[in-house]
């Protein structure tokens, strides 16, 4: 007898999942953020270096200059800049979309040039005053988020105040207004220690001190390497590579159908859902899709596959011994899971390898590659064995015909 709720569930379940990937799918991939070889720009490499011996380059300075960088990235009106610190002394810029070249490489490219100005504009102090990592973000006595900041030269720093003492001051970043609104000196400073409140949060403080701290770095940026990608030529590569992902995603879809029947056809329906939360979780976290990451995502596809057809050609031998479509199902998902977590794990091994000593672009491919493991095992395995659990109960496809097992082949308990 044919149990309804079960065929029910099982519908509502397969038309919500079809309705929400078909209604919201195409608007959530428009909204997805194209690297640079998708829609032209380009990239630079950075050599670190500092402007005398009496410096190094830390980490910390190359996460100071990183923030710096950004901070300029960001008055270009550059949408999702793609920053990254590499090995010790390296740092890449990707910037896609952008037209003039010309002009990201001078602003990105100069020395950084903080300075503290008067209520007239006129420069009384620059970021060179500024002892190295004298600036912090903290907490005061009172709990509030400050800016903490030690000066090289006490001296002229307490003449400053004492001749500006009562007055508003201004730190730029370039031409960049880093305290809006500026600062009043309110006392004569003799120690060479001052402090900058106002600030909304702990995060907002040690941003802007990573800034200053940036602004006061004595380092130069050599370009090593550069690379660009016109619009037309990643829209076409854009367009390819969708294409060879529809092809192959459809071919897949037929070939599942055609061998595995019913379990073919739930296959298909958990890999809809497989595409749709990969492109919404990349949407949600803000990540780059690039070219090696709709590769990732198309080998993902695979991989997701594949772990289905594990499950399902164990439940087709447990079909062929004899055993009822339940306990086939039952055994059939157990004895796989182990081998589909093994292939999982060691794929995200890899991966995580790729990520730390590859470069930004093996990293996406990487990144999209470990998200799309997650995303099938939730899909493809518990997905997948929900959906065949409602299917066997519902009593309308007990017959082993439905998945792919000829009755000639089943053996005698």
Not at 74 to 96: S, T
Not at 176 to 202: C, F, H, M, W, Y
Not at 265 to 270: D, E, F, H, L, Q
């Amino acid at each position: 007898m044919v149990n309804w709720g079960k065929l029910g569930t099982l519908f509502l379940i397969i038309f919500i999942t079809l309705s929400f990937a078909f209604t919201t799918g195409p608007k959530i991939a428009r909204h997805t953020t194209l690297g640079l070889d998708l829609r032209g720009g380009f990239e630079i490499l950075y050599e670190i270096s500092p402007l005398n011996e009496q410096h190094k380059v830390t980490k910390q300075t190359l996460r100071d200059a990183e923030k710096a960088l950004n901070n300029r990235v960001n008055a270009l009106g550059i949408a999702e800049p793609d920053i990254q610190v590499e090995g010790n002394n390296r740092i890449r810029v990707r910037l896609a979309g952008v037209t003039n070249q010309k002009k990201a490489r001078d602003i990105i490219g100069k020395p950084a040039n903080l300075t503290f100005r008067d209520s007239k504009g006129n420069i009384i102090m620059t970021g060179n005053d500024i002892a190295e990592k004298g600036a912090n973000g903290v907490f005061d006595r009172m709990q509030r988020p400050i800016i903490t900041l030690q000066f090289k030269d006490p001296e002229k720093f307490a003449s400053v105040t004492k001749k500006y003492i009562g007055q508003r001051v201004t730190i730029f970043l370039d031409e960049e207004p880093l305290t809006v609104p500026a600062l009043t000196i309110r006392d004569i400073i003799v120690d060479g220690k001052a402090q900058i409140d106002g600030q909304n949060s702990i995060g907002e403080a040690k941003e802007l001190a990573a800034i200053l701290n940036a602004g006061a770095l004595p380092i130069k940026m050599k370009e090593v390497f550069s690379t660009s990608v016109g619009a037309k030529l990643g829209q076409e590569a854009l367009k390819n590579g969708v294409e060879a992902g529809i092809i192959g995603t459809i071919i897949v879809l037929l070939f599942m159908i055609v061998y595995y029947r019913i379990p073919g056809v739930i296959a298909c329906i958990t890999l809809v859902a497989y595409i749709y939360l990969l492109l919404l979780v990349q949407n949600l976290m803000g990540a780059t899709l690039t070219l090696p990451g709709i590769a990732a995502f198309i080998l993902g596809i695979g991989m997701a596959v594949d772990a289905n057809i594990i499950m399902y050609e164990r439940i087709k031998e447990e079909l062929r011994s004899g055993k009822s479509y339940l306990s086939a199902l039952r055994a059939g998902s157990k004895r796989s899971l182990s081998t589909i977590l093994d292939a999982n794990v060691t794929s995200i091994i890899a991966s995580l390898v790729l990520f730390y000593f590859g470069s930004s672009a093996i990293r996406g491919f990487a990144v999209t590659l470990i998200l799309s493991i997650i995303v099938s095992m939730i899909t493809a395995v518990a997905g997948s064995r929900f959906l065949m659990n409602l299917a066997v109960r519902s009593n309308l496809f007990n017959k082993p015909g439905y998945y792919g097992v000829k009755e000639r082949d089943i053996r005698e308990l």
